[in-house]
């Protein structure tokens, strides 16, 4: 059974710095693996979507790379914001019977202060 | 509109209660998902659709539960003699087809008093 993990559950950063946010999943056998946004109150948002056949995925500020065969994915937020404040998912689509379900880790709770 | 729309935005529930939770996914989206968010956890898969087949039904917790796409658009999620963990977000996410980008409704939250 596919497990996702995500590292820190909670971070905290001053406007401008750089951050990174980790996420692990125990089967590397994935089709894709996704980073979302989730506001308070509000659904999920894609970021990012990278293919398992990719090493990484750039919109903007943001930047995910994908290591496979490890079973990692990084999120990469340059010049944060107090707007980037959220909280941050990563998900994978696992190959399989039941290859249609994303997975998701339990997510980041990123909070950028003025 | 645009996005994914689920109604009600919030329920309550006494203990008990039937519940039916309404979700319209973008226009032309083929995938229709179900998931379920606890508080403070990542959402857990529930169900999925291709068009109007239930091709994915694992994640359903309980036989409680029942999910149907009748006509290939507006998903309905019911549950059945609600309980206190039933309670959560549900979430409603469609797709172009399956290998495409999901695209989230709200959510509808549910408290079951």
């Known amino acids: 059974k596919q497990e996702v993990t995500q590292i820190p559950a909670a971070l905290s950063v001053p406007e401008g710095e750089n951050l990174v946010l980790n996420c692990s999943f125990t089967?590397?056998?994935?089709?894709?693996l996704q980073w979302f946004r989730q506001d308070p109150g509000k659904g999920l948002t894609s970021l990012l979507l990278?293919?398992?056949?990719?090493r990484e995925q750039t919109s903007g500020r943001l930047n995910a790379s994908l290591d496979k065969s490890s079973g990692r994915s990084t999120l990469y937020i340059a010049a944060s914001q107090p707007g980037d404040s959220a909280t941050y998912l990563c998900?994978?689509?696992?190959?399989?019977?039941?290859?249609?379900?994303?997975?998701f880790g339990e997510g980041t709770q990123l909070t950028v202060n003025p | 509109g645009a996005g994914v729309s689920q109604s009600p935005r919030y329920k309550v529930a006494k203990r008990g209660q039937d519940v039916a939770l309404r979700c319209d996914p973008i226009?032309?989206?083929?995938?229709l998902f179900w998931y379920q968010q606890a508080l403070g956890q990542g959402p857990e898969f529930l169900t999925y659709?291709?068009?109007?087949?239930?091709?994915?039904k694992s994640g359903l917790p309980s036989d409680r539960f029942f999910a149907e796409r009748p006509e290939g658009s507006v998903s309905t999620l019911k549950i059945q003699r609600t309980q206190q963990e039933d309670s959560a977000v549900y979430l409603c996410?469609?797709?172009?087809?399956?290998?495409?980008?999901?695209?989230f409704g709200a959510g509808t939250r549910l408290s079951v008093l």
């Open positions: 996410a469609s797709s172009l087809a399956r290998d495409n980008i999901q695209y």
């Open positions: 089967d590397s056998a994935i089709y894709n």
């Open positions: 990278i293919q398992s056949s990719q």
């Open positions: 998900a994978v689509r696992t190959e399989g019977t039941s290859g249609s379900r994303l997975t």
């Open positions: 226009s032309g989206h083929v995938s």
């Open positions: 659709f291709q068009n109007e087949a239930q091709l994915d």
